[in-house]
């Protein structure tokens, strides 16, 4: 199947900091990235869709300013947690979505911690 | 607009023993249906999904999982449990007539398998 890599894998920042996460996919072309966000022993809670050459489409209550989507190519969406605050820690997984097999394939997910 | 529901936080099975975690759904129109599982700070695993045809589908490491149309349900089930089948599942649906290929999961099921 296909595979979608997620970089860094975790990561422990200091409040105030911008990080970035990567999301590429690996054995395929991705129009279309998923950004979701995790809270421990929480479901997934979709943040936004990310187009490639195209703005992202957030879900309402994600502050785009906050969270940062490039999907400069058909292979590998970011996302950056500008200035980013304690509350913004969280397990955070992207997807890509395969039209040929109609369904979406996740990352492993990136654990961020900010203190 | 979609939802998902899995009215079981935890489900608790001793190993050897039939397993059944509980989704339903609710979509407008045909509904495409996904089970996930999660393993502890690891993104999601895909284990089967309904389209069409067959109600029973089969998918990964022996689970299956029945679509029943007029229950709107998709309950995940499995004949003789292992203790390695400890971890969390998650169902999704999505809308055939959803273009934008957002799936929308549930809040999760802790499977327990004991020893």
């Known amino acids: 199947g296909a595979v979608v890599s997620q970089h860094p894998s975790r990561v422990i920042c200091k409040s105030g900091t911008s990080v970035k996460i990567e999301c590429r996919s690996l054995?395929?072309?991705?129009?279309?990235m998923f950004w979701y966000r995790q809270f421990p022993k929480q479901s997934l809670m979709l943040m936004a869709t990310?187009?490639?050459?195209?703005?992202?489409?957030?879900e309402q209550g994600v502050e785009k300013d906050k969270f940062l989507i490039n999907h400069a190519s058909l292979t590998l969406s970011t996302l950056t947690v500008t200035s980013a605050h304690p509350e913004d820690s969280s397990f955070y997984i992207c997807?890509?979505?395969?039209?040929?097999?109609?369904?979406?394939?996740f990352g492993p997910g990136t654990r961020l911690t900010v203190l | 607009a979609q939802s998902v529901a899995q009215p079981e936080d935890q489900v608790n099975v001793a190993e050897g023993n039939p397993l059944t975690v509980k989704c339903t759904y609710s979509?407008?129109?045909?509904?495409?249906l996904f089970w996930y599982v999660q393993y502890p700070n690891r993104g999601l695993q895909f284990l089967l999904k309904?389209?069409?045809?067959?109600?029973l589908v089969k998918g990964s490491y022996g689970f299956e999982a029945e679509f029943n149309k007029s229950q709107t349900s998709f309950h995940l089930k499995k004949p003789s449990a292992l203790v390695s089948d400890s971890a969390l599942y998650f169902c999704?649906?999505?809308?055939?007539?959803?273009?934008?290929?957002?799936?929308?999961f549930g809040g999760g099921t802790r499977l327990m398998v004991k020893p």
């Open positions: 997807s890509a979505r395969v039209d040929f097999y109609n369904e979406q394939f």
């Open positions: 054995d395929f072309q991705a129009t279309t």
């Open positions: 990310s187009n490639e050459g195209s703005k992202a489409t957030y």
């Open positions: 979509v407008s129109g045909n509904p495409y």
């Open positions: 309904y389209i069409t045809g067959d109600n």
């Open positions: 999704a649906v999505r809308g055939q007539n959803n273009a934008g290929n957002m799936l929308t």
